[in-house]
């Protein structure tokens, strides 16, 4: 039998269904004890539950890191804040026990999160949830499922598996995650992808499809779940699982490398991040700087933008995490599908095509001189540290960000505080106007970074989040690849170094041809960096010209995309 979902972490898993489900949490029969009792009932749990969790969160910094011990040490904050307590309290003052007051208040957030529009707060729900079971499970003494002693080659089959739920579990006991819920941004899926072990979620009828002890193949690059296979599905599975095993374990040999083509032209290779957690995933993964720091993600989730002195902190941990190398702080890229409410941007007809990005920070000089303040301090005490501007279409916002760089500069000085003497500042070039000025931006900017992402969705016309047109994003089109060819060739006329951040600069079709261009840096998440140095090892100049050429003399982005599919590295 076959379920399909959503795959949100790569690889094979094969073993045997254990179900975890969940706890009978029935307090019906449980007495009203007096107001002050059950707020004593209320106040021991609540200190159970920090305790717990904070062994979790220690447990979890060590074994897996601080980005997902955040996801439990975010809980204990929620449960602890003084609305939610109160909100308990009262409940308690009107007649319920302890129960019942945790029940009630955690389903009310629970309703208020998962009616938002962004996807962070309806993942808030998830937490509350999470809290909500724990808080019962301590109050009605209730065991929680033990995740942490598994038998080997478990595939773990659960409705939902709550943070705290998936953070004790011991990693080399797990084969697969299966859940009915949840998608590619949930924690659970952030987990199990920092623990390395394939995932698939949102399986409908999960839980009615499988037994304790079913025998099951995880797929999940596909998403695809197969149950009680056939002895010849098995051995398929268990051969690709091999494959995908010793592919993983040959890449490590890339890791301590410098980045060079078959022929020893060098070029760098960098990491895109959205936390400082994240860079600390880049320099495991052997990236040899920061390409891109989305620093939008500094500014998500949260009720107010972070101040001078909070970005001023992270910029300098990520930059000491860096150790010197180079590292390029992306500034505020918010508006198109990167909403943040507390910025109260106001309905758009076509938000992509609208206030956003740069424009947004030119006309909010504010905040955006908050974020220049920070870089010039945090640059300061690295001189790596270099400046990028996102959605740049003229050589006007160029100067103006320079300009408003410079007033920082001064009152900085004037302030007394220690400031960077020379920032660079470079051009992300991710619209077609920016493509085709290149040579003109190049005189005012000191460095490129091609955005793929959307120099293909603005290039082509085609929302790179609508699924009607998905068929007709390609950066393969050879009006992107023509704009990638010009934009590299007026950097280097100017010589300015060029550098890719956009999906296309992990993708083995497109390396030859951006060898081929001449692009100096790539830029890739942290899970691309080995096998990206792996396909540019491939590759000598000689074959990379010969595949430019060829792909280039194409007319349509389907036999670019072929010609290049099939072309080998030699
Ligand atoms: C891009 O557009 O290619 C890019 C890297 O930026 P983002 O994906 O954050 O829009
Ligand atoms: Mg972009």
């Known amino acids: 039998m076959e379920l399909r979902g959503i795959g949100a972490s790569d690889g094979i898993g094969i073993g045997a269904v254990v179900c975890v489900r969940t706890q009978d949490l029935d307090y019906s029969h449980v007495p009203y004890q007096g107001a002050s009792r059950e707020k004593a009932r209320l106040r021991q749990a609540t200190a159970e539950f920090t305790a717990r969790i904070q062994a979790m969160v220690e447990q979890v910094t060590a074994r897996v890191g601080e980005k997902e011990s955040e996801i439990l040490s975010g809980q204990i904050t929620m ?109 659970c899926a952030i987990l199990a992808r920092a623990l390395e072990v394939p995932a698939v979620l949102s399986v409908p009828g999960l839980l009615d499809a499988v037994r304790d002890g079913m025998p099951a193949i995880v797929d999940g690059d596909a998403g695809l779940v197969i149950l009680n296979p056939a002895p010849a599905q098995l051995e398929e599975y268990r051969a690709r699982q091999t494959a995908w095993l010793r592919e993983r374990e040959l890449l490590q040999r890339y890791r301590d490398r410098a980045t060079l083509t078959a022929d020893g032209r060098q070029v760098s290779l960098y990491a895109n991040i959205g936390s400082v957690s994240d860079a600390r995933a880049a320099v495991q993964a052997g990236a040899e700087g920061i390409g891109l720091f989305r620093t939008e993600f500094l500014f998500m989730d949260r009720p107010a933008p972070p101040g001078e002195e909070e970005q001023y902190e992270t910029y300098r941990q990520v930059a000491r995490l860096m150790a010197g190398r180079e590292v390029i702080i992306r500034t505020l890229d918010v508006g198109g599908d990167k909403g943040i409410p507390y910025l109260d941007m106001g309905q758009e007809e076509n938000p992509f095509l609208g206030h956003r990005a740069i424009r947004y920070c030119l006309d909010h000089p504010d905040l955006f001189k908050t974020q220049l303040r920070a870089l010039l301090r945090a640059g300061a005490e690295d001189g790596n540290l270099k400046i990028m501007l996102p959605l740049v279409t003229g050589v006007e916002e160029v100067r103006a960000a320079r300009a408003l760089l410079e007033e920082c500069r001064t009152e900085l000085q004037a302030e007394g505080k220690a400031c960077a003497g020379h920032i660079p500042l470079g051009v992300m070039i991710e619209t077609p106007a920016s493509a085709l000025i290149a040579d003109l931006l190049a005189r005012e900017s000191d460095f490129f970074s091609i955005g793929t992402n959307d120099l293909t969705q603005y290039t082509v016309a085609v929302d790179r989040g609508n699924a009607r047109v998905a068929g007709l994003y390609t950066t393969f089109h050879p009006a992107v690849l023509r704009s990638i060819r010009q934009v590299i060739a007026a950097g280097r006329a100017a010589g300015i170094p060029v550098g890719m951040c956009g999906e296309s600069a992990a993708d083995p079709a497109l390396i030859p041809l951006l060898l081929a261009f001449g692009l100096d840096e790539f830029s890739v998440s942290p899970a691309s960096v080995l096998s990206t140095r792996k396909h540019i090892a491939g590759w000598t100049r000689p074959a990379a010209e010969q595949a430019a050429r060829d792909a280039m003399s194409l007319p349509t982005a389907a036999q670019v995309e072929a010609c290049l599919r099939t072309t080998q590295a030699h």
């Open 79 to 187: 449960l602890t804040d003084p609305y939610m307590i109160a909100q308990m309290e009262e409940a308690i003052d009107g007649g319920s026990c302890a129960e019942g007051a945790v029940d009630a208040v955690c389903r009310m957030f629970m309703e208020v999160f998962s009616c938002a529009d962004d996807e962070l707060m309806r993942q808030r729900a998830a937490d509350v949830g999470d809290i909500r079971t724990r808080m019962l499970s301590i109050l009605l003494r209730v065991q929680q499922a033990d995740l942490s002693a598994l038998p080997d080659g478990t595939v773990l089959a659960a409705r939902d598996l709550t943070p705290s739920m998936t953070v004790g579990l011991d990693r080399s006991h797990v084969a697969a995650i299966l859940t009915e819920t949840g998608g590619r941004t949930s924690h």
